[in-house]
């Protein structure tokens, strides 16, 4: 058995952290949700943490917020989150965390939109109802892209500091 490094707490206590921000009040779509699952990405070494600790600490504020009908798809896209944080992160600076954050934002827009009309009952089901349900997505995509932006330069940006002063938080073992 592995042991749990210094490394491994402080990326999930940094992920946790991150995902309680969810519970203080926001505008709509600005929260921590793709940063936690693209830092979750780039930084576990061993991909079950990678995944298992976003997604724990996504399900507990939702636990918390509660759920909704939908939810799995928006499970799904966090999940193709943290793929994206493994591969576009691979080597971690500005450039990277900023295409990357892109990247998850727009996958998650085009993910759950497209789940809500597809198993929703607010828009036809033909591409009429398509293009109406993305239409009326499009006011919340300038918070979605502005939070996944400031919460990923935040994470990043604090964990990458860290490392600076730490020497082993630069371990990759976590």
Not at 28 to 44: K, T, V
Not at 62 to 68: K, R, V
């Amino acid at each position: 058995m592995e042991k749990i490094t210094p490394r491994f707490w402080v990326l999930t206590l940094m992920v946790f952290a991150a995902a309680f921000v969810r519970l203080i009040p926001h505008p709509p779509n600005f929260a921590p949700i793709a940063a936690i699952a693209l830092f979750g990405g780039a930084y576990f070494n061993k991909k079950s943490f990678a995944f298992a600790v976003p997604l724990a600490a996504m399900f507990l504020t939702d636990a918390i917020i509660g759920f909704h009908s939908g939810m799995w798809i928006v499970y799904l896209s966090f999940a193709l989150i943290v793929v994206i944080g493994m591969l576009m992160l691979k080597k971690i600076n500005v450039k990277n965390v900023v295409l990357a954050s892109l990247s998850a934002s727009i996958s998650f827009f085009i993910i759950t939109n497209f789940g809500v009309w597809a198993f929703g009952t607010m828009y036809p089901k033909n591409i009429a109802g398509l293009v109406e349900c993305y239409v009326a997505a499009i006011p919340f995509i300038q918070n979605t892209l502005v939070g996944d932006l400031f919460f990923s330069g935040v994470m990043f940006g604090i964990f990458e500091f860290a490392k600076t002063k730490l020497p082993a938080l630069a371990q990759v073992k976590a």
